[in-house]
């Protein structure tokens, strides 16, 4: 955009290209698509009421399209091809419980004895604030009651998961 243009129209003029981008009085570029690959604001829209209408596990499904297409814009396709694979193997086939800490159950165990032998929490009262939090859970079951006993009832496949809130968790073997 030539100076002379602008000063003519007071800095405010904007122009919006056929491609959807949009050229600011300062001449900066913004909006449009990578690599000019979207069709047009009407196939956006056909888009969105198509997005609008899923229903359950095709929710899903466009949340991970959505997550390798940001991932492949951010890092490069290699790198979302990985987190795909990754978040794949970690929620789909099991694959969580292979890198977690785990610990030997013994005996039937009190959930505060537990979550401090795990090193979930530092003490009982923090453990026992956690629980009244609504931040503890085994096996994806909120705990409420601070004097749960846990024990073989509870595994599943000789193994416990013990969750404190939602990026600390451990097992238990039986």
Request: charged share 30%.
């Amino acid at each position: 955009m030539s100076p002379k243009f602008k000063e003519q129209n007071g800095y405010t003029f904007r122009i919006v290209t056929t491609e959807g981008d949009l050229i600011n009085p300062s001449g900066a570029i913004t909006g449009g698509s990578v690599a000019k690959k979207t069709v047009n604001i009407l196939g956006r829209g056909k888009e969105i009421e198509k997005l609008e209408k899923l229903q359950g596990a095709e929710i899903n499904e466009a949340k991970k399209i959505l997550a390798f297409e940001a991932t492949k814009i951010c890092r490069g396709e290699d790198a979302a091809k990985t987190a795909e694979a990754t978040a794949k193997e970690t929620f789909e086939n099991g694959g969580m419980w292979k890198d977690l800490p785990t610990f030997e159950l013994t005996s039937e165990m009190n959930i505060l004895d537990v979550l401090t032998y795990t090193s979930l929490c530092k003490s009982k009262s923090d453990a026992r604030r956690m629980i009244i939090g609504g931040a503890v859970s085994v096996n994806d079951e909120k705990i409420s009651d601070d004097k749960k006993v846990i024990d073989e009832t509870f595994a599943k496949d000789g193994k416990i998961l013990i969750s404190c809130g939602k990026k600390n968790k451990a097992i238990l073997k039986i």
